[in-house]
């Protein structure tokens, strides 16, 4: 059953990827089109998240398709946070709080981190460090390129996303992290 | 957030901050002013139509103004001299939600004998001083009509204003001049800007053209927002040209009634505050219609309209998208006892954005109808025995975002008690889960935020939390020297999310000392205090700051020239993901000459040590030069009032905050240019 999910859903995820493609590439028929940068997937609220790769505290990559294939994730919550942010730190209790209400009724969270404390590209071992520091029962990555800048004001920091997951389309995009509304969706979703 | 860094031109003083146009001042054609009312601090009514056949000064000034409580001294010793001979001065308290408290204590304890009059949501400011400048003073003569205004005070002004309030006494009640009935006002503010951020080097013009109109007992107001950008880096920065703001307002009796835009503020603003802080990029108003009675026993207000935020943000100078969201709300107020004042509270609110995409609630079989109601009551006693003022609110709301209901619960309290020599200032305030959002600002990627919390804070600090969080704070103010001497100690704590995951304490110990000498033309004032963040579970310190400020404006000798100091001295620090602390200085120091009436020229150097390998130092050139009174001094022209302000240099980003509202600011490199001009026609 689970198989039979998965697979449908990796066709539904490869058929979403098609059509966003066909969408931003249709005027590439014409020729001569700049196709120095592969076209995006959209940024906004209602569009489809491209599968992002992040890095994990052991160095490993993780992609977002990753997390799509596994079907007890239903909805995603992907936060951003940099070591300089005394905002982000403030949260992370919040959110593990959050994760231990709706992990079981099927909420993936991610922390995202772009910079170090001194305003360094993140790496494995940041998250490794931030990981352990604020016991965080979840996924923390390294988005050593900060794509997730493209999505939001770094200015800001932090970021809060929320993805459904069966479609990978994007519910929500605000910056700080507004916790009775995203507990309010997350109620209401799972 | 971002780095807690510097912010050249802020955070030195707020009155620095709070007045980013150049100042302009002038005599101008005699046209009505128009009317005004406003409650003062016994719960009266006072319009300025009161006071016709006497000269009126109308002073707009803020108890986190330094300037202004400089220049009021003069202005009430003016009033004690001259009030026999018609002179009249209404103080306008612009003081919003997070600092009116403090309001009637600072009167007290300056003694200042004429009325003060409170305009908490901003209203009469928005109608009299749209650009509003702290300290701004209007000149009315016996017949009502605007004779001259003042903008900003510096040592050496009081003798001009002396010279044209005698004037104006002197010209006695002219009873054979013919009452003029209408009037327009214009004030323009150009700025012309080339700055360089993150996203790359571009250029800015802005326009905001006010129109100021009155005929009779009729009152309209209009702006026109027009901004080009040459090289804009992305689609965030957008050309526009709208007419952003229409009001009128037509007053009759104890009635007043306004279509089209407005502020408006319910209690101390936790409900709502809809208010303008032009420096941090807040301005909003709703559009719509207010009917307001104001009876000696009973008041009532009804609102009904959208809301309407201003399209450029002027802190990212990105274009916000209109909301539209709909409010509606009233007031309800008693003074059935005596020096008592009873009011009931209401809004309803939809938003237009709901939380989630349309199609994305309907594929996850949400029935989206986000909306909020509010209910509360307040009781305020301005005056127990001469001795106490109290205010106490309290309110509950039900909200329902993406499907879910939810409450929120504010409580409030204010006591404050004026002795001959010290003030003392207690508030306790309690919000669980308070939220007053609507849709998303498209500039900040998040909820427009319609309320305005006291937070019990100063007013420069960090204040992340003011949904959820209890605290209280005292105050105490002893003075000296017959008032020339201030001290000044307070306490704070605060804790953020009681009893949740994450609780943080804040404490906050400040105070200070200020001095007024040489007759009140010169001051001096040092302060300082410490500021720590711990999170109530293990007690690990997650931010700390120890401050020190000095503000010293030394007037020289008796002539229109002063110096003036500015500096504040930071020694930060926060937790690393290590989980140490990373110690780092933040100072920024501003010395200016102040030419009185004519500009001043000044000079800002500032240090930001957090980031190890990046700039350390910054620097900043300001030239603020008074046109018309530059030229009218050196007897080269006689223009309309025209100010103009250069400033040039890098500003490094970072949060500011005034009032309690703090805005994360971009870094700043380049030029700008601000001229300000105003033309009066009447009829």
């Avoid at chain 2, 997070?98 to 004429?114: P, S």
């Avoid at chain 2, 404050?416 to 309690?430: C, D, G, P, R």
């Avoid at chain 2, 319609?450 to 100063?458: D, K």
Wanted: proline share 4%.
């Amino acid at each position: 059953m689970s198989m039979k999910r998965n697979g449908w859903q990796s066709l539904a995820f490869l058929a979403l990827v098609l059509l966003g493609c066909e969408g931003e590439g249709a005027q590439g028929l014409t020729g001569g089109s700049d196709r120095s940068q592969y076209p995006g997937f959209g940024k906004e609220e209602g569009a489809i998240l491209a599968p992002l790769q992040f890095e994990l505290p052991d160095g490993t990559p993780f992609s977002l398709a990753d997390m799509y294939h596994d079907p007890k994730n239903r909805i995603m919550m992907l936060s951003t946070s940099a070591g300089w942010c005394t905002a982000c730190i403030e949260e992370q209790p919040k959110l593990v709080a959050l994760h231990e209400e709706f992990a079981e009724r099927g909420l993936f969270m991610v922390i995202a981190l772009f910079e170090d404390d001194q305003f360094q590209p993140a790496n494995a071992a940041l998250a490794n460090r931030w990981k352990r520091r604020y016991a965080l029962p979840f996924a923390v990555v390294a988005d050593a390129d900060f794509q997730l800048g493209s999505y939001y004001n770094r200015e800001l920091t932090p970021m809060t996303m929320l993805v459904n997951v069966d479609t990978m389309q994007i519910l929500k995009i605000t910056t700080g992290f507004p916790e009775s509304e995203v507990r309010a969706i997350l109620n209401a979703a799972l | 957030m971002l780095r807690n860094s510097l912010i050249f031109l802020a955070l030195l003083g707020v009155a620095h901050a709070e007045t980013p146009a150049p100042a302009t001042e002038g005599q101008v054609e005699r046209t009505p002013l128009g009317d005004f009312a406003l409650t003062d601090l016994e719960g009266r009514s006072v319009k300025l139509s009161d006071y016709r056949g006497q000269v009126v000064v109308v002073n707009f000034w803020a108890t986190w103004c330094e300037p202004c409580k400089q220049e009021l001294p003069f202005l009430d010793a003016y009033y004690r001299e001259l009030a026999a001979q018609g002179l009249a001065v209404l103080a306008i308290s612009t003081d919003g939600p997070r600092t009116v408290a403090q309001v009637r204590q600072t009167v007290k304890q300056r003694g200042w004998t004429f009325p003060v009059l409170l305009d908490q949501d901003g209203a009469v400011m928005g109608d009299f001083n749209p650009r509003g400048a702290a300290p701004y003073t209007l000149f009315v003569d016996r017949l009502g009509r605007l004779a001259g205004d003042h903008d900003g005070y510096a040592p050496g002004d009081e003798l001009g204003m002396r010279a044209r309030i005698q004037a104006l006494l002197d010209e006695g009640k002219q009873p054979e001049a013919k009452e003029e009935r209408t009037s327009l006002r214009v004030t323009n503010s150009l700025t012309a800007e080339r700055r360089t951020v993150d996203a790359g080097t571009y250029g800015l013009l802005t326009d905001r053209l006010n129109l100021q109109a009155s005929a009779g007992d009729l009152t309209t107001f209009g702006r026109i927002d027009s901004m080009i950008f040459a090289d804009a880096p992305d689609g965030r920065y957008q050309d526009d040209a709208r007419l952003e703001r229409l009001r009128v307002r037509y007053r009759l009796g104890n009635w007043n009634l306004v279509a089209g835009d407005f502020f408006e503020q319910l209690g101390r603003g936790i409900m709502l505050s809809i208010r303008k802080v032009d420096e941090l990029g807040v301005d909003l108003e709703i559009r719509g219609g207010r009917l307001e009675y104001d009876g000696p026993a009973v008041g009532a207000t009804v609102f009904a309209g959208r809301m309407n935020p201003a399209n450029l943000d002027i802190v990212s100078e990105q274009f916000v998208e209109d909301t539209d969201d709909v409010l509606a709300g009233g007031r309800l107020v008693l003074r059935a006892l005596p020096g008592m004042e009873v009011g009931a509270l209401g809004l309803h609110m939809r938003p237009v954005t709901q939380s989630l995409p349309p199609d994305q609630a309907e594929a996850l079989g949400i029935r989206q109808d986000d909306q909020s109601s509010a209910g509360g009551l307040y009781v305020e006693v301005p005056d127990i025995a001469g001795l106490f003022s109290l205010y106490a609110e309290g309110d509950f709301q039900r909200r329902i975002v993406a499907a879910d209901d939810s409450d929120g619960k504010a409580l409030y309290g204010t006591l404050a008690l004026h002795l001959e020599h010290v003030n003392v200032l207690v508030e306790a305030i309690h919000l669980d889960e308070y939220i007053v959002t609507g849709s998303p600002n498209t500039a900040l990627q998040q909820a427009f935020s319609y309320n305005q919390v006291p937070t019990i804070e100063r007013l420069d600090q960090i204040v992340d939390n003011v949904t959820d969080f209890s605290g209280g704070r005292l105050y105490v103010e002893p003075t000296l020297l017959g008032g020339d001497l201030v001290l000044h100690a307070n306490g704070m704590i605060r804790i953020n999310d009681p009893g949740e995951d994450g609780s943080i304490r804040q404490i906050h110990g400040y105070g200070g000392i200020k001095y007024l000498y040489e007759a009140g033309r010169s001051r001096v004032e040092l302060s300082g205090g410490h500021r720590s963040e711990r999170h109530v579970d293990g007690g690990e310190t997650f931010r700390r700051v120890s401050h020190a400020e000095l503000d010293w404006l030394q007037a020289l000798g008796s002539s229109s020239w002063a110096l003036h100091v500015q500096s504040r001295n930071d020694l930060r620090a926060q937790i690393t993901p290590s989980g140490t602390l990373d110690e780092f200085v933040w100072s920024s120091t501003l010395l200016s000459v102040d030419w009185a009436s004519r500009g001043s020229l000044a000079f800002e150097f500032g240090v930001d040590t957090q980031q190890a390998d990046e700039q350390n130092y910054f620097f900043a050139g300001i030239l603020d030069l008074h046109l018309d009174g530059a030229l009218r001094a050196l007897d080269w022209a006689d223009l309309e009032p025209m100010a103009m302000r250069i400033t040039a240099g890098s500003q490094r980003g970072g949060i500011k905050c005034i009032a309690g509202i703090c805005r994360d600011f971009p870094e700043f490199s380049g030029v700008r240019l601000s001229l300000v001009s105003r033309h009066t026609l009447g009829g």
